[in-house]
């Protein structure tokens, strides 16, 4: 199996709060982690490639140092949104995959995110 | 850049009726080719894949062809069913070499429902 799991499913926090959200391999090791965010009726938006042990890519318009990536071990990466505020509210969703060069991701079942 | 377009919904379908949900593309190189489902309250897994032109994915009733000749990867099932109500994602996977290999581009979704 691919199992990816994210935890927690879902939050809510006020604003200016910093919230980390999990994301895990539960079955394999992931060499490669991605970070996309959902909005509602929208297309999943790519926000950064990260790699065990390295610095995450992020995409163009992303800011880097409001969302923390920290990929620590080949089974767990976390996205930390610090200071959020209202316009963070979103679906975070996370994905795997099991080898250097492959084109298959594995998804989480993803994390809302409710900033009041 | 790369982009995709899919045909816009929602799409509402009586069980039985054949199903087509269109998917265009435009990019660089020769990427792979995905259709990804999300039911309600889950993740996104993936329905199937296209690696090279003229490759029919198939998963579960489902097939698309990837044709170079029309940058398309329509996705179509004879006859569907209540269960195949959902979200369905049509995604292009970067070839490029780098970073960017692997990194998924995606539409912006279809809602299908089937009634009974």
Known sequence: GAVVSQHPSRVICKSGTSVKIECRSLDFQATTMFWYRQFPKKSLMLMATSNEGSKATYEQGVEKDKFLINHASLTLSTLTVTSAHPEDSSFYICSATKAVATDTQYFGPGTRLTVL | ?116
Not at chain 2, 11 to 25: D, G, K, P, R, W
Not at chain 2, 88 to 115: D, P, R
Request: charged share 15%.
């Open chain 2, 1 to 116: 850049g790369d982009s995709v377009t899919q045909m816009e919904g929602p799409v509402t379908l009586s069980e039985e009726a054949f199903l087509t949900i269109n998917c265009t593309y435009t990019a660089t190189g020769y990427p792979s080719l995905f259709w990804y489902v999300q039911y309600p309250g889950e993740g996104l897994q993936l329905l199937l894949k296209a690696t090279k032109a003229d490759d029919k994915g198939s998963n579960k009733g489902f097939e698309a062809t990837y044709r170079k000749e029309t940058t398309s990867f329509h996705l179509e099932k004879g006859s569907v069913q209540v269960s195949d109500s959902a979200v369905y994602f049509c995604a292009l996977g970067s070839n490029a070499g780098g970073t960017s290999y692997g990194k998924l581009t995606f539409g912006q979704g279809t809602i299908l429902t089937v009634h009974p």
